[in-house]
Structure formats: C-alpha cells, structure tokens
C-alpha cells in the first residue's frame, strides 16, 4: 500500500514522462522547444493527476487516462503562456523562471500557446487507441477538453476577468469567473479520467460536480494565497489582484469568510467522494488542494 | 446546370449560412462577438468552398463536408487575427476593415482568435454527427485539422515565416514555409471534403497533392500580389514584405520566374482532377485562384 505522496509521485511522474512520447523534442524547431520550456515547467500537475486518480477510483486502467491527463496539462500550459503575455497579465515570472515570452519573444509565446492546444487535440487523436480509448471514447474526451478550454469555460472566465476591475463585481460574477477560468479546467480532468475508465454517465457528472467544487475553492484559495504570500512562496508575483484594482473573494467575504467558504466546499467535494470503493487518495488530494501551504 | 459563379455562389451561401449555427451571436458575449466580426467579415471562403466542391467531386452529399468546411474558415480566421497581432505582423488593415484588435483591444482579440479554433473543433465534434459524419470520419476530419494547424502546418509556418528576415532564404526555405503557412490548410481543405465523401486513402492523398499544388501556386501569386497592388485591389496594406525586408519567389525568381512557376504548378493541380466524373469546377477554380485578379 503506497503512501499518499508515494502514490501522487507515481502519478505525476508518469504524466511527466508521458511528455517525452507526446511532445518529443524536435531540435531543429524553436517552437517546440519553447513549448517544452514551459510545459516542463515542472508545477505540481493537480489537473493530470486527478484524471489518473478519477480513472482509478471508477476502476479504470489509468494508462487509458493518460493521454486525455497529459492533454489537460498542455492546454493548463497553453492558457498560463498567452495569460502572460504583455497584452493580458504582463506577467515575467511564472513558477519561479522567466515566462515564455521573456525568453523566446512574445511571437513564439503566441504560436507555442497556441502549438500546446494543438498538441493537446493531437495527443488524443494519435495516442487515445494506442492506449485503450476506443472511438466513442476518444470523441468523447476530445469533446470535454474543448468545452472547458473554449467559450464555456477558460477563454469566457479570461474575458469576464479582464472586465473585473471595470464592473461592479457581486459574489455570483465571481463564481462564475472561478467555475470558467478555473473549476472547468479542473473537472474536465475529473471527467476525462472517469470517460477513461469506461464510467457511466452519472459517475461522469459527479466527477463534474467535483471538480467544479474543487475547482471554487481552489481559486479562493489562490485569492487568498494572493493576499499573504511572498514570491518565494507562490513562485510567482503576489498582490496581483489588487495593484490591478480586481475584487477577490477576500474582498467581498472577508479573509475569514473566504477562508470558511473553502472549508464548505471542500466538504461539498468529499461528500461526492463517497460511496467509491477506494477513495482515500482522492480525499487526501482534495484536502490537501483546498489548504495549499500558506 | 449552374455556372461557376452560380456554383461558387451556392457552396459560399451555403458556408455563411452555416456559421449562424455554429456560431451564433450570444448578445451577453464580447467574445462571440469579436469572433464573428471577423469570421463574417467576407473573404473568398476559398478553403470551404475547395471542401466542399473536393466532398461533390468524389460524389458525396455536400452536405456532410459542412461542418468541417466551417471549421477550416474558422481555423484560417483564427490565423489571420494572431497574425494581425501587433506582437507578429502589426496589421491594421484585412478584407478592407480594421482588425480585430483595432476595434476590441489585444486581449480580446488573443483570446478570440482561440475561440474560433477551439469552435472548429467542436463545429466537428457537435454537428458532425447530425450532418452525417461516421464517429471514425469526424476522428479524421479533427486529425486533418490538427495538423494542418499545428507544428506541421500553420504554427510552424509562422516561426519560420518570422525567422525569414534573419535567415539566408533559399527556394527550398521558401517552399517549406508556403507548404507550412498556406498549403497545408489549402490541402486540408480539399482533403475534409474527401473524407466527407467517404473517399477512400488514394483518393485523399490526391485531393492532398491537388492541394499542395494550389496552395504553393496561390502563395507565389500572394507574394506577386504584395509587389504590384494597391491597398484598394488588395482589400490589405501592400508592400509589407518589402518593408520587412521578407524574401519571397518575385526576389530568388524574379516577376517572370515567379509566374512562370505559378502557371506549372497550376498545371500540376489541374492534371491530378483528371479522371474525375466532374472535375469542371474545381478545374475552373483552380485557374482562377491561381491567376486572381491583378
């Protein structure tokens, strides 16, 4: 029986290694090259491993997540890579080194964004059969990624948080700028993972509850990381949010109200978390996501 | 029987047509309204009406190569924008109206330019099925998409295309960008309609030399076209690779040279729609697209 963190390096370590076969560097291509450079960031790939650990605890083979896992992970990439950019966030540090654009030029930050979405798309269609996804599944996943990286979910949370510090922003704006921009991401991981593992539609949408979940309180955590944390801590510029006049959850419900609201939905996400045979990574995951170290 | 303009009328109808249901206006969106600005802002539609007219001639129902014959303007939509970026081209100017970023701002801009890929994907995934796409057919139809559009097709394009000022530009450097840059979403094109007809792997690829051949003649004739329009005939600025100081065909062949390779490649393409039942249309718009008004 593995440990938790045992078990979590397991996972992360095959969505690393994974990156070699879908995104093998080409050396005479500066975009590839740039795409490694951010995808192999290193980060503590949350997205890829709660696909696994869905395709798991809905019994699934997790080599058959493992596409969809490492597809998640490129368009979380792709997403940090054009948020960066001067023209949105003007971001130079992003898990503590220089942002793509800082080293290869804002044009090839631009094409490598976009080149990672592309992969993403690509990994899935060349490896899905390879690894255990028949058609149906592949359609299937290939459908989930593209609805939580389009207009239902990050491009619109992007849109909705740029206009953030020019409207009055009420507690429902701002969950649904977190369900878009964050939770989106985080239970299309959930579900790919269950689609993996073959799981009927219903454990599919309880996946969906979940992430969703998880997702909310995530983000308020990172509001609040936002408020007290050092760059050395974060690994990237704190105080963000409030230099740029944006309203967080902090804001509007207090750092002890943010902080209770976390507490509730990570209550939410464990109750889903219920009545599966071996859900105890999975809980352990889902508490350790929701109090980030601060 | 219809004339060619009376044709090319129809299958153009028919795409505009499609777009209010693939991507129809949400009045609460800035983001499906900055996508449509530009995937409405007229054009030729040349590469879903090559798609269309490619699924007709192999005898297929023209209606089942829709869906992807969207998802290609969608797709070279989507290039335009980040092309016209200030951080690539820095265009103000395309089809006669200010670009995208000149009316809704960089952020916007970036993150519609995605929209509209990410919507060519699902156009696939969500209507393919309901315009008669097998689940093996719509996983094809995304795997041509892919690639024309990722490290093998546009995005690769773009960096070499870039990298042209920098670098000393042979023919073959060049053609590899053209293949890259333009070909590759020409020959996509042809090829969805293919697939939509349900043509088999020899018959692809033909539809796929066809494009090459089109696409590089196309090119040429582009670069022909910067050298001797005006911004009115062009309906963009002219003179930009100049400016750039960009090699392109006119410099290593001369004016000459370059039509003269125009011309045998447009031969080339015509000879491979021989032994087609009804090849009289593409063949007609094959000449023309490579001898376009000047």
């Not at 005479?28 to 869905?54: C, D």
Request: glycine share 8%.
């Amino acid at each position: 029986m593995k440990t938790f963190d045992e078990q979590y390096g397991v996972y992360r370590e095959a969505v690393e290694a994974s990156f070699d076969v879908f995104l093998p560097q080409d050396p005479s291509s500066v975009l590839t090259e740039s795409m490694r450079y951010s995808l192999l960031a290193g980060g503590k790939r949350i997205r890829p491993v709660l696909a696994l650990a869905w395709c798991a605890l809905c019994g699934g083979d997790t080599r058959a997540a493992l596409p969809a896992a490492a597809a998640v992970e490129m368009i979380h990439t792709y997403s940090l890579i054009h948020d960066d950019l001067p023209c949105m966030d003007n971001d130079t540090l992003r898990r503590g080194r220089p942002t793509n654009h800082v080293i290869y030029g804002e044009a090839v930050a631009l094409l490598a964004g976009s080149g990672l979405y592309d992969k993403a798309m690509e990994t899935v269609l060349d490896f899905g059969a390879e690894y255990g996804l028949s058609d149906s599944q592949r359609l299937d996943s290939l459908k989930v990624l593209c609805s939580a990286s389009g207009l239902e979910g990050i491009l619109t949370g992007q849109v909705l948080d740029i206009k953030n510090s020019d409207v009055a922003v009420d507690r429902a704006y701002l969950e649904r700028v977190n369900d878009l921009k964050t939770a989106a991401m985080l239970s299309a991981s959930c579900v790919l993972g269950a689609v993996a593992a073959g799981a009927d539609a219903e454990t599919q949408a309880r996946a969906d509850a979940y992430g969703r979940a998880v997702g909310q309180a995530f983000q308020i955590r990172d509001d609040i990381l936002d408020v007290i944390s050092t760059p050395e801590t974060l690994g990237k510029t704190p105080g963000k949010d409030s230099v740029e006049n944006k309203t967080t959850f902090v804001d509007l419900l207090g750092m002890e109200g943010a902080q209770k609201e976390v507490l509730r939905l990570t209550e939410k996400a464990l109750s889903l978390l219920d009545g599966f045979e071996k859900p105890s990574f999975l809980k352990e995951l889902t508490e350790r996501m929701c109090g980030r170290e601060a």
